[in-house]
């Protein structure tokens, strides 16, 4: 059997990808990669997803300059998610500006639970989007 048709995609051919710094361990992004961009990744040896609101392949990077570099590709037990560790270039994976997409917590006791902003910015987006 040929690695990718161990990847079991969903009704709409993708499967989520996990994004993951290779030397912190720190989750960057959430994304999908359908066939064509999982196995440009694996060619490459950059991140490649899809793009769902641009219905295209989404080369991550291609806008900002923050590449991701794959250091490994890992498939779960079940074989319906990618696990991508990878060297951020740039330092900034959120569209944001921040090193990462998680950038919120949920704080504050039961009556009083909030989203707070938890990293600043690095890069304005304005500077990596034109």
């Known amino acids: 059997m040929n690695w990718i048709d161990e990847v079991v995609f969903d009704a709409d051919g993708l499967v989520p990808a996990i994004a993951q710094d290779w030397q912190s361990g720190r989750i960057l992004m959430v994304a999908w990669m359908n066939r064509e961009s999982l196995l440009e990744t694996a060619q490459t040896g950059r991140a490649v997803y899809w793009s769902r609101s641009r219905k295209r392949l989404w080369r991550k990077g291609e806008e900002s300059g923050n590449t991701q570099r794959v250091c490994s590709l890992r498939l779960d037990c079940d074989g319906d998610v990618i696990l991508l560790t990878v060297e951020q270039q740039g ?26 902003i938890t990293d600043e910015v690095l890069k304005d987006p304005e500077s990596m989007y034109k």
């Open 91 to 116: 330092g900034v994976a959120c569209h944001t500006g921040r090193e990462s997409c998680f950038f919120r917590e949920l704080t504050g006791d039961a009556s009083a639970r909030q989203w707070q």
